[in-house]
């Protein structure tokens, strides 16, 4: 359980929220939370679905033990039946599969001036996969909610220390969007067809279609709902758009639009610039928004200057999932740089500048790929002294 903040000792290890200095580059700690967190390699925008182990990962504590076989669920708090559910008695009920793209809130934060100190996030803080499970609301109306139930709080097996604060992760939805039935929030048991892997939050979790990642709470144990707005660290202290460290902000929600490009070409090793030869071209990504269907993706191939419509592919039976687009271009020899944008039907679009806030969230400032277009035959073979002897 969520406690009182922490004493002396541990407020000594947890220090407060910063921003980076002029000139700072990324520290030690944010090193660290780089290396156990990984984002979606920008090739595999090309899947309609992302495998587990490509689809971006965001933990804040450890990944807890998990025994399928042991796990309980429980529904408590303003509810006329308490419930606790094992994981065979969830997966023998019946079951929705729902295709949804997450994005965590903070990606796109290393882009950012003056950079909020955290998990560094460039584009690739997102990932789509097929999410089977109970309807959130059918466990909810199983329960009876109570008619002053105002919240749904979900807590996650995961427990560490933030900001001083000793916690379980704990998020809140309003009743509206918990029982939502245009949304539907899921208890997800299975990712892609398979058990959810400990990483994506095994045996349970949340998922929670148009909303940025850290309402999708993983590791999911318990329910309660309350007739008071939720005031734990992650909804009331994290999560916010703030100005300042004495601004309240506004609680960070549903997903902005964002269009991203997958590399043209190929790279180079440390520096990642894209490398094509002349002539034909196909553009292609993903976009996607959580606050209305995407309708326009434009692209610039001279960083901006210019912007050409590609061509949006329908939902289909799809309509939380990113899209997929495409768009022609001739390379001719030089440097270039590729820029993508999108728009959804509520008019929303991406900014010219970069939107800041202190927790580096929402930041949904147009990708930008630089690429060379070079001369050469190019090879696509071994070449001598690549180790084509080795075993």
Not at 18 to 30: C, F, N, T
Not at 93 to 111: F, I, S
Not at 230 to 247: K, T
Not at 374 to 383: E, F, I
Request: net charge neutral; hydrophobic share 40%; aromatic share 6%.
């Amino acid at each position: 359980m969520e406690t009182a903040p922490a004493g002396p000792e541990l407020a000594a290890v947890s220090a407060p929220a910063r921003v980076a200095r002029p000139g700072e580059g990324i520290s030690a700690e944010e090193l660290v939370l780089a290396s156990r967190n990984h984002a979606l390699p920008l090739e595999a925008l090309r899947d309609d679905v992302t495998p587990p182990g490509l689809h971006y990962v965001l933990t804040h504590y450890d990944i807890p033990p998990a025994d399928d076989h042991r796990w309980r669920l429980s529904v408590g708090g303003l509810v006329r039946s308490r419930l606790s559910i094992g994981t065979a008695e969830l997966r023998a009920m019946p079951a929705t599969t729902v295709r949804v793209t997450l994005e965590c809130a903070g990606n796109g934060r290393a882009g950012l001036d003056p950079r909020p100190v955290s998990q560094p996030w460039l584009d690739g803080g997102v990932g789509t996969a097929d999410w089977t499970g109970v309807p959130l609301r059918d466990l909810l109306h199983r329960a009876g909610p109570a008619p002053e139930a105002v919240e749904a709080v979900f807590t996650g097996a995961d427990h560490g220390v933030e900001r001083g604060v000793e916690q379980d992760y704990r998020r809140s939805l309003p009743m509206a969007v918990a029982l939502d039935p245009d949304r539907p929030v899921l208890v997800a048991h299975t990712m892609n067809g398979a058990p959810l892997p400990p990483q994506h939050g095994r045996p349970l979790r949340l998922v929670v279609p148009g909303w940025y990642g850290m309402a999708s709470v993983k590791w999911l144990c318990g329910i309660t709902l309350t007739d008071t707005a939720f005031a734990g660290y992650q909804q009331a202290v994290s999560y916010r758009y703030r100005q300042s460290a004495d601004d309240p902000g506004e609680p960070v929600t549903l997903i902005a639009p964002r269009a991203l490009l997958v590399p043209p070409g190929f790279p180079d090793f440390l520096s990642r610039t894209r490398v094509v030869r002349p002539g034909p071209v196909r553009l292609e990504g993903r976009a996607w928004s959580g606050r209305a269907p995407v309708t326009a993706v434009e692209v610039s191939t001279d960083g901006g200057t210019h912007w050409e419509s590609a061509v949006v592919e329908p939902a289909g039976a799809h309509p939380w999932a990113w899209r997929r687009w495409h768009h022609p271009w001739t390379a001719v020899p030089g440097r270039h740089l590729l820029t993508v944008r999108a728009t959804d039907a509520d008019g929303n679009g991406q900014p010219s500048r970069a939107p800041w806030n202190r927790g580096g969230f929402g930041n949904n400032l147009p990708q930008a790929v630089e690429v060379v277009c070079a001369a050469g035959s190019g090879t696509s073979g071994v070449r001598p002294g690549d180790g084509a002897e080795l075993p």
